[in-house]
């Protein structure tokens, strides 16, 4: 009886053992998928009064089909999308239609359009840029 209680015990360590060993596999996993390809953009201000200040966005990397520009004033006290579509070469600078404010703080800029220059041609992209523009 003594016998059969070791081999019962033993046989249940082996059997723990390989439950064990064997959930413990680390399981293939697919790599993630690269990072979608975003442009890089620059931007500038320039006061054209005391009161009001225009922008110039320019995207630095690549030919582009502008879409949508949407600007964000500092603070979230407003914003104002400006629609395309126009193409831009790479370095050509965007302004605006109109004058801002000239409030102090982040104005956002969020880019949306489709390269149309090097490696990436035909890719869609949402880009953001920012300007600090400081006191009066």
Not at 22 to 32: A, D, R, Y
Not at 47 to 76: H, M, N, Q
Not at 107 to 122: A, L, Q
Request: proline share 8%; aromatic share 12%; glycine share 8%.
């Amino acid at each position: 009886m003594k016998t059969k209680s070791i081999f019962l015990a033993v046989g249940m360590i082996l059997m723990f053992a390989m439950v064990t060993a064997t959930s413990c596999k680390k399981k293939e996993s697919t790599p993630p998928p690269p990072p979608a390809y975003v442009p890089v953009f620059s931007a500038t201000s320039i006061a054209v009064a005391a009161d009001l200040i225009d922008f110039y966005i320019t995207c630095v990397t690549d030919d582009y089909e502008l879409i949508k520009v949407e600007v964000t004033y500092p603070g979230g006290l407003g914003n104002d999308t400006y629609t395309g579509p126009m193409i831009l070469v790479s370095g050509a600078p965007i302004t605006f239609p109109n004058y801002f404010p000239r409030l102090s703080g982040n104005w956002m800029f969020r880019i949306t359009g489709t390269v149309k220059s090097g490696s990436h041609i035909g890719t869609s992209f949402v880009a953001s840029t920012q300007v600090t523009v400081s006191g009066k």
